[in-house]
């Protein structure tokens, strides 16, 4: 049962432009929403993060949108770059003590010059 | 700076072999955590620790088994490799609890362990 989806496994985007990568979650528990990003043989690293009082948060060239009525958060890239192509995936977890996170399958985003 | 090291970065191992998957942490975490990641599939919780000496499944703990001896490290242990254990291994450590503030990540991961089985 696959809690986190990301249902695009590829996207690929023009330098300068847009990237919307999206992610749905099926248990109402989570309240918590991270994106790492992930180079091919590296660790993936925290890339934006939001709690579930929030709807939008911004770092940068980056924001994370979250709708908690539709299970459904959404980041954003703008404007994109080049060093952007990676593998980006989103993850859920509870509050509490002894929380884990839950993955996505992960979008491979590439941008193209 | 928080720093997750895995002890192989790749491996090579014949299937039936026992494996062994290190990883140390020197934030003090009480939490680590084994992942392995294939295409398509996302990043898979195979095992995880919330302290030294204990252990719980994650979603795919079938032929995998963890230690943890010490707080600082958490080993997986492979018992009987086979091919369908080809993948990458990540390992992460965290607190207790994820604190929930925006843009402050509560996981940490090493740069994973290649492991292809043949």
């Known amino acids: 049962d696959q809690q986190v989806k990301q249902n695009s496994p590829s996207l690929s985007v023009q330098e300068g432009r847009i990237s919307i990568l999206n992610c749905d979650y099926t248990?109402?528990?989570?309240?918590?929403f991270l994106w790492y990003k992930k180079y091919p043989a590296e660790g993936p690293t925290f890339l934006i993060s939001?709690?579930?009082?929030?709807d939008k948060n911004e770092d940068g060239r980056f924001t994370v949108f979250l709708n908690k009525s539709a299970k459904h958060l959404s980041l954003h890239i703008v404007p994109s770059q080049p060093g952007d192509s990676a593998v980006y995936f989103c993850?859920?977890?509870?509050?509490?003590?002894?929380?884990?996170?839950?993955f996505g399958q992960g979008t491979r985003l590439t941008i193209n010059p | 700076d928080v720093k997750v090291t895995q002890s192989s970065r790749y491996l090579v191992k014949r299937t039936g072999e026992k494996v062994f998957l290190e990883c140390v942490q020197d934030?003090?975490?009480?939490?680590m955590f084994w992942y392995r990641q294939d295409p398509g599939l996302g990043l898979r919780l195979i095992y995880f620790s919330y302290d030294v000496k204990m252990k719980e499944k994650g979603d795919i703990p079938e032929g995998y088994s963890v230690s943890r001896e010490k707080k600082e490290r958490f080993s997986l242990i492979l018992e009987s490799a086979s091919t369908n254990q080809t993948s990458m291994y990540l390992c992460?450590?965290?607190?207790?609890?994820?604190?929930?503030?925006?843009?402050?990540?509560?996981?940490?991961f090493g740069n994973g362990t290649r492991l292809t089985v043949t």
């Open positions: 934030m003090d975490h009480e939490n």
């Open positions: 992460a450590s965290s607190f207790p609890t994820f604190v929930q503030h925006d843009n402050n990540s509560p996981l940490h």
């Open positions: 939001i709690s579930s009082i929030k």
């Open positions: 248990n109402s528990m989570f309240d918590y």
């Open positions: 993850a859920a977890s509870g509050s509490g003590i002894r929380q884990k996170l839950v």
